[in-house]
């Protein structure tokens, strides 16, 4: 058992050559030490994919929606499709190599690999979590930034993978410090046309009316797999769920309002654009225990 | 000398820990061995910004041009600014440690570094370049692609990052891909307002009414130091020289049409979108020679 735990895929994808076609599925490494070459498209153009699996209690969450992402991802980048399997094995075996703690992450990259190379990289990160109460519980403080895109970009334009969870998240990055320098902790992003999209590193929710309301994944969203349970919840609470276009004024007047994602759940937004925002502090309560309860 | 070299800064940045204070500037180290770790934000985040110089005849081409690019650069990502003199003597000693070969280059990356050191990783990698004689010549075949932005997002939203060369170029190569399955070698993005901007890795210039012509780079696209020298060729010829707003069909009627960039140079667009466009060979001949004999 270890603070950090990394395992290497042998075989990434089963349509491109093992490392060596006799070797296990993938193999424990240390976790500190370099492992990548400079010349990997990982590094060189962001050029590859990832999730981000929470770990409670030993069990890894949401499993297979973010493996079936992972797969997504993959084919909208022209990536080798993963080997879920192989995926699953060493994402299991680094959970369970991990010290106990009450969260913790596991995360999957896969590469286009070594330029020329045509042999994908890809490795499993497994890592205890930072403590997410105080996001949680007392709530975030969050600005709308314009994306640039308007909401149909991704019909007319899939070139630009809005959808896909790849390496190259430096924008997502800057934007999350752009909230940062306006006193802020995290941004949503907003289409061209006015249309809530995502934030950085979550999905939105809204409490509107009784109902649970996410935007639409048409707009060139990521699909939430946290959204995914937290509307699981909902409908065993029998609360209604949709999928819709929202504008800024629908969440500015929102009941209350979430980011939802693997590790920090559902945090609830206390502040949008410097004005104060309701917490349904019960509700967010209910979720995260769920959230944290899931078994599987 | 060797064929593929790697020199890894001990100090990329001023204002950063260094690993070893008392070390070099830099160091070689095994080109093909792994020296990243998987933690590192380059590859989480494609958090990092990079350049590729030309070096033609073991000369580095636009060396300054190249380095005040990657500050500005590192200036709008927030990282910590380069040791312009550290990144220069290591492409300059890594440039004498290639095997004499008449087309090469050195590729700079500085990534914001492994997630909470604080310390930015930088390296310098130089290799043969391909040959580029067939697109230099015969010319490319080259798609437009629309970017989803309008021409102005740079000014309206900073935190996209346009005109920044970051390590962020999933969706450049990408754009390669469906230009490649639209039959195309290369791709040119346009505007959703219908402006010209870049291709994925070059820029664009046209010859129009005896003028050569590049898109403003006030509209979200990186200043081209090919571009640059193309437009000194153009002084020393008394050819008149222009940075405007392009349409597509100012492209499209223009009497000669190239994408500029550091290791192909000035390849002639002999299709656009299709359609056969007209190749100033002589021009294309004289441009290219004048970038491979440059000094400086």
Do not use: C
Not at 9 to 24: G, Q, T
């Amino acid at each position: 058992m270890t603070e950090t735990v990394l395992a290497i895929l042998n075989r990434p994808s089963l349509d491109a050559p093992a490392h060596d076609p006799a070797a296990d599925a993938f193999e424990f490494a240390g976790p500190v030490e370099a492992h990548i070459a400079v010349t990997d498209l990982g590094i060189t153009r962001g050029d590859g994919i990832f999730e981000t699996i929470t770990v409670t209690d030993g069990r890894p969450q949401a499993l297979e929606a973010h493996l079936a992402r992972f797969a997504r991802s993959a084919q909208m980048l022209d990536l080798p499709a993963p080997d879920i399997d192989a995926w699953r094995r060493a994402i299991e075996a680094a959970v369970a190599e991990l010290d106990p703690v009450e969260e913790a992450f596991a995360k999957t990259t896969l590469s286009r690999g070594v330029e020329g190379s045509g042999r994908p990289t890809g490795w499993v990160y497994a890592a205890p979590s930072g403590d997410s109460t105080e996001a949680r519980t007392a709530g975030i403080a969050v600005v709308t930034l314009d994306r640039g895109y308007r909401h149909d970009v991704a019909r007319t334009s899939p070139w630009l993978l809005q959808g896909a969870k790849t390496l190259s998240y430096a924008l997502n990055m800057a934007a999350v410090r752009e909230a940062e320098r306006r006193g802020a902790d995290d941004a949503i992003f907003v289409s061209t046309d006015g249309y809530v999209l995502e934030a950085p590193r979550a999905n939105v929710i809204a409490a509107i009316d009784g109902r649970l309301v996410t935007p639409r994944t048409d707009i060139g969203i990521l699909p939430g797999t946290t959204q995914a349970d937290i509307f699981r919840f909902a409908a065993e609470r029998g609360i209604d769920t949709a999928f819709e276009l929202l504008t800024v004024a629908d969440i500015r007047s929102a009941d209350a309002l979430w980011l939802a994602s693997s590790v920090r759940g559902a945090a609830p937004i206390r502040t949008l654009d410097g004005a104060p925002h309701a917490i349904d502090r019960d509700l967010s309560d209910a979720i995260n225990a769920f959230l944290h309860d899931r078994t599987e």
